[in-house]
Antibody
Framework: QVHLQESGPGLVKPSGTLSLTCTVS??????????WGWIRQYPGMGLQWIGT???????FYRPSLKNRATLSIDTSTNQFSLKLTSVTAADTAVYYC???????????WGQGILVSVSS | QPSLTQPPSASGSPGQSVTISCAGT?????????VSWYQQHPGKVPKLIIY???KRPSGVSDRFSGSKSGNTASLTISGLQPEDEADYYC?????????FGGGTKLTVL
């Protein structure tokens, strides 16, 4: 049974960098069968796909975030990470890490972490 | 980046069937058999209930079914139960990314 857990600061200052890590247990992220990525949810609102990464380092991003987002993967620690630069209040959301089936279905989710952007 | 179009709300009585639509374009829903549906109860994590248009993950009730026609996908919930009251989201593969619908709030009357 795969388990995903997000970690990182819950508060980031405007213009700063949001950095989150997802620790995966119960499954090796170096297996070539799934993608690993992030989805965010604005308070009381819908879901937004941010991007995914693969065990070989390939990355895919939401076009509107491509210039600010960086996903990375560390198979030695079974973790993957998200960095989002130049954040504003519009980036305040619950961030979920997830395991994605080829084709885009997020089959497993972390519990989510609320990240607020505020001075 | 455009999103998929879902009705903001839907409702049905216990035992009835309800269908939620997810309208896209020929570049996303119409181009790939990669539509997924998620159920989210208030304060909870979204749960995958349909993937690849009409496949159910292990453990998901067969009361949930998915289909697609052209650029529009649909989720049908048969034999509505009170615990089906939740928000439902669709998503679709789109070139090298994934897009979501805005969500539909299902009320079980």
């Amino acid at each position: 049974q795969v388990h995903l857990q997000e970690s990182g600061p819950g508060l980031v200052k405007p213009s700063g960098t949001l950095s989150l890590t997802c620790t995966v247990s119960g499954y090796s992220i170096s297996r070539d069968s799934h993608y690993w990525g992030w989805i965010r949810q604005y308070p009381g609102m819908g879901l937004q796909w941010i991007g995914t990464t693969y065990y070989d380092g390939r990355t895919f991003y939401r076009p509107s975030l491509k210039n600010r987002a960086t996903l990375s993967i560390d198979t030695s620690t079974n973790q993957f990470s998200l960095k989002l630069t130049s954040v504003t209040a519009a980036d305040t959301a619950v961030y979920y890490c997830m395991r994605e089936i080829p084709g885009g279905a997020a089959s497993d989710w972390g519990q989510g972490i609320l990240v607020s952007v505020s001075s | 980046q455009p999103s998929l179009t879902q009705p903001p709300s839907a409702s049905g009585s216990p035992g009835q069937s309800v269908t939620i639509s997810c309208a896209g374009t020929s570049s996303d829903v119409g181009a790939y058999n990669y539509v997924s549906w998620y159920q989210q109860h208030p304060g909870k994590v979204p749960k995958l209930i349909i993937y690849d248009v009409n496949k159910r993950p292990s453990g998901v009730s067969d009361r949930f079914s998915g289909s697609k026609s052209g650029n529009t996908a649909s989720l049908t919930i048969s034999g509505l139960q009170p615990e089906d009251e939740a928000d439902y989201y669709c998503n679709s593969h789109a070139l090298s990314s994934v897009i979501f619908g805005g969500g539909t709030k299902l009320t079980v009357l």
